[in-house]
């Protein structure tokens, strides 16, 4: 089992920065992808990015690329979603995720989730 928190959330105005952080405990060795999502009120959960922990290669949505950068620290196992430039709708809340799965856009493949935080961007 799995354990994901996210930390880092916040409100910020618009054109600034965001770090949120994810920190793994747990039986993570079998992990193979770490995601990123978001869901604001009344609209679906949208998917950010994700990386394999093992390759380190990443996959950010079109909608994020550019400003947004996920990392991992896999020692501290940890994954990091850089936020910058951030955007009013951006707003949502960030949802942390595990798979044992090659990295996907589809939440369902993801076998643990964080409680989430909240991401609040003002204009």
């Known amino acids: 089992q799995v354990q994901l928190v996210e930390s880092g959330g916040g409100l910020v105005q618009a054109g600034g920065s965001l770090r949120l952080s994810c920190a793994a405990s747990g039986s993570t060795f079998g992990t193979y992808t770490m995601g990123w999502f978001r869901q604001a009120p009344g609209k679906e959960r949208e998917f950010v990015a994700a990386?394999?922990?093992?390759?380190?290669?990443?996959y950010h949505a079109d909608s994020v690329k550019g400003r947004f950068t996920v990392s991992r620290d896999n020692a501290k196992n940890t994954v990091i979603l850089q936020m910058n430039n951030l955007k009013p709708e951006d707003t949502a809340v960030y949802y942390c995720?595990?798979?044992?799965?090659?990295?996907?856009?589809?939440?369902?493949?993801?076998?643990?989730w964080g409680r989430g935080t909240q991401v609040t961007v003002s204009s």
């Open positions: 990386i394999n922990v093992r390759s380190g290669n990443t």
């Open positions: 995720a595990a798979s044992k799965r090659p990295a996907s856009t589809d939440g369902s493949t993801y076998d643990y």
